[in-house]
């Protein structure tokens, strides 16, 4: 068999030249809610998924950061898991949309056209992924924002071709999301076209203020496995361009300090390049948001930190991720205040324990469990008359029965 032939045939093994051809799950595993708007660039109807937030109420105003997965029928599920296990500790709560991808891939991810791959007749159609641009930032994007509850903090996540498609979304429209994920990215597409553009790019453009992590599978020659992560370099053949690519752009954001791209890339020497967007993500993530977890958990757990102290770590929390998303968020998930305001209630810290259960109504003005457990509060100290005016206001909010019935029995202990 020629040898270039048999290039372009493992590539479709190893790499997925196509996931057109790839099953679709039809219910995504009952993850994400199936949706889809027209393009009018694009000329045809768009699939795409949406997954909310665990805490998503529809009553509350709470909009959430979101990612955008291309390929979404593919790696909604691995978003979705790594959120699942990682969010409040690790990650922020966000919405997901997974963006179809399984019909006009190549065209749509690739970033020029081609004629020709690896010296062979190139029959599909490429070259489109400025017009795929355009559509999620004039179609897409409007539409996500009008119906769901998201902020513009936006994170972009691309597989293969996908990965070409999102470090292009950087090199060229850097604005458009805050953080960038590219999985293996296929940067020996047109004779390493992007990577050569990206050359000037990171050297002259300023990228303060956004993200990238970059990831490689250990996959680096497809016949020669004594081709390793210290060798591949010196070696010039087709069969490791795909690989060299990688390293060669990784090698471009490490003398490019100086542009602010915050940056950090991994060789996962274990991985194929289909095992990886599950590691990848997970890694990944957790680097994008490796300024969100909170910090002194240590003083949080002990009942000698001072009043002033705990309030302030939580001030100085809540500036930290305005500075960081760009608007105002609670510093902390409603059900972890009211958590350490009943611990410190149990401890005996009763000026803590009220002064936590304050900065809960102070950051969730509109739920009742935030007026409910101050009137915890106050009943454990038989302040009758403020634990009825806080239930009375929960039972305002929700409307409860059970907070109804408490009311009553409050205003009896009231009298008394």
């Not at 009018?40 to 109420?57: A, G, H, K, T």
């Not at 791959?117 to 539409?143: M, V």
């Not at 009942?303 to 991720?321: D, G, S, V, W, Y």
């Not at 401890?347 to 900065?359: D, I, M, V």
């Amino acid at each position: 068999m020629n040898s270039k032939i048999l290039i372009v045939l493992l590539a479709a093994i190893l790499f997925g030249v196509n996931q057109k051809g790839i099953a679709q799950p039809k219910h995504l595993m009952k993850i994400g809610v199936s949706d889809s708007l027209y393009s009018d660039i694009l000329e045809e109807q768009r699939e795409i998924w949406v997954q909310l937030p665990e805490s998503f109420n529809p009553s509350s105003k709470t909009k959430y950061p979101v990612i955008y997965v291309l390929d979404g029928g593919v790696h909604l599920n691995a978003v979705y898991t790594v959120l699942n296990y990682y969010w409040g500790g690790f990650i922020p709560e966000m919405v997901i949309v997974g963006i179809s991808n399984r019909e006009n891939r190549i065209r749509d991810l690739t970033t020029s056209v081609v004629e020709t791959r690896r010296e062979i007749e190139f029959k599909q159609e490429t070259g489109g992924a400025e017009i795929f641009t355009s559509f999620i930032e004039t179609e897409l994007i409007p539409y996500i924002d009008n119906k769901y509850p998201v902020t513009d903090y936006r994170t972009l996540i691309g597989h293969s071709y996908a990965g070409l498609f999102t470090v292009n979304t950087l090199i060229n429209h850097t604005d458009l999301f805050v953080n960038y994920l590219a999985i293996d990215p296929s940067f020996d597409w047109d004779d390493q076209k992007l990577l050569k553009q990206s050359t000037e790019v990171l050297s002259n453009k300023n990228f303060d203020g956004v993200s990238l992590y970059i990831s490689m599978s250990g996959q680096l020659h497809l016949q020669n496995d004594d081709i390793t992560f210290s060798n591949v370099m010196q070696d010039s053949s087709e069969y490791t361009l795909f690989a060299r690519s990688i390293l060669e752009f990784s090698h471009l954001l490490e003398v490019n300090k100086q542009n602010g791209l915050n940056f950090q890339w991994k060789f996962y020497e274990s991985d194929l390049h289909g095992t990886l967007p599950l590691p990848s993500i997970m890694d990944g993530l957790i680097y994008l948001f490796n300024w969100f977890p909170i910090e002194n958990t240590d003083m949080f757990n002990s009942p000698e930190t001072p009043k002033e102290a705990l309030i302030q770590l939580i001030r100085n929390r809540e500036m930290k991720l305005a500075e960081h998303f760009g608007y105002s968020i609670p510093p902390f998930d409603e059900g972890l205040l009211n958590m350490l305001g009943y611990m410190n209630m149990d401890w005996g810290e009763l000026e803590k324990s009220l002064a936590l259960f304050q900065l809960c109504i102070e950051y969730y003005p509109l739920s009742a469990n935030a007026y409910d457990s101050m009137a915890d509060y106050y009943e454990s100290q038989k302040d009758y008359s403020n634990a009825l005016k806080n239930v009375s206001r929960a039972y305002e909010i929700s409307g409860d029965e059970y907070l109804k019935t408490r009311m009553e029995e409050l205003k009896l202990k009231d009298l008394k």
